[in-house]
């Protein structure tokens, strides 16, 4: 961070973290709602302060001001007195080491605590780690904004009734299934956001890859960790081919492969061979060694589509089936297999056990234009556009129909 300058959205999301991390580590989780509540406050007096005067440690500012206003808060907090006994230590100078350290993963995991729901633990961790606002969360969901406000109060609540206390640094306990999901769900939603213009939130793209590296240093014996890096890895290796300079979304089938980030890719694939190795069959990891086929290929003809389809078949056995986006991507790689109609004979029943599926209507389209049925693809790629609210993804989809429609007026 360079004094004077601007701070980009990663900075603030690094900031508001660790200083939600030193809040609790004096506090507690039980008092999860109160520290949360104290740092917004402090991010929005250090927004309106900061322009005119940027302070030579901005991490330590920031904690010092959230501090101030817990202790505000405790004060007038109807159990003020135990409170009170706690917020005496907030007087107390912040230790240097203190400030260097990286809590990230110890609040990401605070928030996956295993006795909130999943949507909880997503709903949280968006907003306390990730930095979204309710809006954005809600876009995630496609929820109304009042549904995920409720989510997160509900989360906080339960967070400070169950009291969990932060581990000491190092320990990142055994159990990191809700992290990496969490994670994920960060991922997919910077390379695939729900609503507005821009196609990828580069920031949260970029945090969600941080944190999992933090994650992978902490428990380098887990497979299935290595296994989400590496996917996350190859998949931000093409995004440079992804979005068009005049910032259209680009098909596998249409990308410029030589735009793809090579170091990412090898980075990626590196960390595939050694842990696919002996390892059993688990569902990031298979992911991974799909990406890292797709990542090996000149071009789109040249792909081991026969492999592809297989690891989905055996990522079908190993989740049991019941995640249908994972079906629908191997629908996409049954079509080039076996053929266009093969897989819309698949879509079909996908469709009917999984109503409203996101995504669908888009791969359907896509595959009746292989299958040389114009008009109905036509009709469905009218239907997808209708159907998002992601107005990058609308671009592209009309791009395609308009496509269609001159090649068969």
Excluded at 169 to 196: K, R
Excluded at 211 to 230: C, D, K, M, N, Q
Excluded at 254 to 281: C, F, H, K, M, Y
Excluded at 365 to 392: C, F, K, M, N, V
Aim: charged share 25%; hydrophobic share 40%; with cysteine.
């Amino acid at each position: 961070m360079i004094p004077g300058e601007p701070l980009g959205g990663g900075q603030w999301r690094d900031l508001a973290r660790q200083a939600l991390a030193r809040l609790l580590r004096s506090h507690g989780s039980a008092q999860f709602d109160l520290c949360e509540d104290a740092v917004q406050e402090a991010l929005l007096q250090a927004y309106q302060q900061w322009p005119a005067r940027f302070p030579d440690d901005p991490l330590g500012w920031l904690i010092a001001t959230a501090r101030r206003r817990y202790a505000d808060r405790a004060r007038s907090d109807a159990r003020r007195r135990h409170r009170e006994a706690r917020a005496a230590s907030l007087q107390a100078p912040v230790p240097p080491e203190a400030v260097c350290r990286d809590d990230s993963l110890l609040v990401l995991q605070l928030c996956c605590h295993p006795d909130l729901p999943r949507s909880g633990q997503v709903a949280l961790t968006l907003r306390a780690v990730a930095g979204l606002t309710t809006a954005q969360i809600a876009n995630v969901y496609q929820l109304p904004e009042r549904t995920i406000a409720q989510r997160i109060t509900r989360a906080k609540r339960r967070v400070s009734e169950l009291g969990r206390p932060l581990p000491p640094p190092g320990q990142t306990g055994e159990d990191v299934t809700a992290v990496l999901d969490v994670l994920y769900v960060m991922f997919t939603e910077a390379h695939h956001t729900t609503a507005g213009a821009p196609p990828r939130d580069a920031d949260l793209a970029t945090e969600a890859i941080r944190l999992a590296r933090l994650l992978r240093r902490s428990v380098p014996e887990s497979v299935e960790t290595a296994g989400l890096l590496a996917l996350m890895l190859l998949t931000e290796a093409r995004h440079p081919a992804r979005v068009a300079q005049d910032g259209h979304l680009t098909s596998l089938d249409e990308q410029d492969r030589s735009r793809w980030d090579q170091e990412l890719i090898s980075e990626g694939i590196t960390l595939v061979e050694q842990t696919a190795r002996g390892a059993e069959p688990s569902p990031y990891l298979l992911q991974a060694c799909i990406a890292a086929l797709h990542a090996e290929a000149p071009d789109l003809t040249a792909t081991d589509w026969d492999e592809i389809l297989a690891l989905y078949r055996l990522l079908g056995i190993v989740t049991g089936h019941q995640n249908p986006t994972v079906t629908l991507n191997s629908i996409v790689a049954q079509a080039m297999v076996d053929g266009a109609e093969v897989a819309l004979a698949r879509i079909d029943t996908l469709e009917a056990d999984h109503p409203g599926l996101p995504r669908i209507d888009s791969v359907r389209a896509h595959l009746l234009e292989r299958a040389g049925r114009t008009a109905d693809a036509a009709e469905t790629y009218r239907r997808a556009i209708a159907a998002t609210i992601s107005l990058a993804e609308q671009h592209h989809l009309r791009r395609r129909l308009r496509r269609l429609s001159g090649a068969h007026p």
